[in-house]
């Protein structure tokens, strides 16, 4: 019987050793630990403890993150789309465990996408966006700043 090795995990944790994740690295994970576009409980896991991690991430981190934790919440489950209320309680949990802007856009991005959400999680949300996690300011900055070029021009 052939050994199999998860390679999620040993990826995952190379790059937490690493103390970065760079765009190749999210290339690889795309192409071959993800190719099948199914993301596992334990995967979307090993995802927040890299986000977790106080560690260098290339640009091309955030869409991926929050892409596939996405699909793990919303889309991986029957019925597709519905966020329930346990669903709800574990990406909070996951997220408040990284307090950083791109756990917060996860949050946004499932609230956007999802066609039916427990009440109490847009309270929730927003609760949060009010919270001072790490590198808000700068991305609230950067998102106006094209804004304000656009009303000068």
Sequence with gaps: ?????????SIISAMIMGRKVTAMDVSWLRREVFADGVVTREAAEELFAVERA???KAPEW??????????YALW?????GLLNETQAEWLLEQADSCMTVNALATLVNVLGEAHRAPRWFLSAVRARAQ???AG???????????????MAG
């Design 1 to 9: 019987m052939p050994f199999t090795v998860d390679r999620s995990r």
């Design 54 to 56: 106080e560690i260098a």
């Design 62 to 71: 955030t869409d991926f993150f929050v892409e596939l934790i996405t699909d």
């Design 76 to 80: 991986q489950a029957r019925p597709t």
């Design 131 to 133: 919270k001072q996690w």
């Design 136 to 150: 808000l300011d700068l991305a609230l900055v950067a998102a106006q700043a094209p804004a304000t070029l656009a």
